[in-house]
């Protein structure tokens, strides 16, 4: 007996399930770029490695504790449904997409300009989820306007 591949969810409104997405990659993400900074400045026997260490891993916590905020708002733009929240949730994910669009134009390695892309399209995502949920204006997410008699 063969089983069938697993599917993936269609996502028409989960902006939890994938701003958690978007924190659990980028929170990787720049990790791994600030431990690159650290590793780099301090192998060559800089006098600026701890200074380089203290700042980089306060940005990462900074990182991880900005996508956990973002990924919060994802969860209660999904569960409330309210109009403003979606609107907050767009302007956000908005703002990221400038940044992030600013970051892959001056990218320093590959690994940075992986991370931006992979950002903007995260949050080009969120922003299509958030403008389905701020649509619908509270109400149900339907794929298609309802033409025509319901069938009896």
């Keep these: 007996m063969m089983s069938r591949p697993m599917s993936l969810p269609k996502l028409k409104y989960e902006t939890s399930i994938v701003t958690f997405i978007q924190f659990v990659a980028m929170s990787f993400l720049y990790l791994l770029i600030n431990l690159g900074s650290i590793i780099t400045t301090c192998h060559g026997g800089s006098s600026n490695c701890v200074s380089n260490s203290i700042s980089s ?6 990182v991880i504790i900005a996508f956990g905020c973002l990924w919060l708002l994802g969860y209660y733009v999904q569960n409330r449904r309210n109009r403003r929240l979606a609107l907050l949730l767009i302007a956000v994910e908005a703002g990221i997409f400038i940044i ?11 690994l940075g300009l992986f991370t931006s892309l ?35």
């Design 57 to 62: 891993i306060t940005l990462s916590i900074l």
């Design 118 to 152: 992979l950002d903007m399209l995260l949050a080009l995502w969120v922003i299509a989820l958030a403008f389905r949920l701020f649509r619908a204006k509270g109400g149900r997410i339907v794929s298609r306007p309802w033409r025509g008699k319901h069938p009896d």
């Design 100 to 110: 992030e669009l600013l970051d892959a134009h001056n990218f320093t390695n590959i």
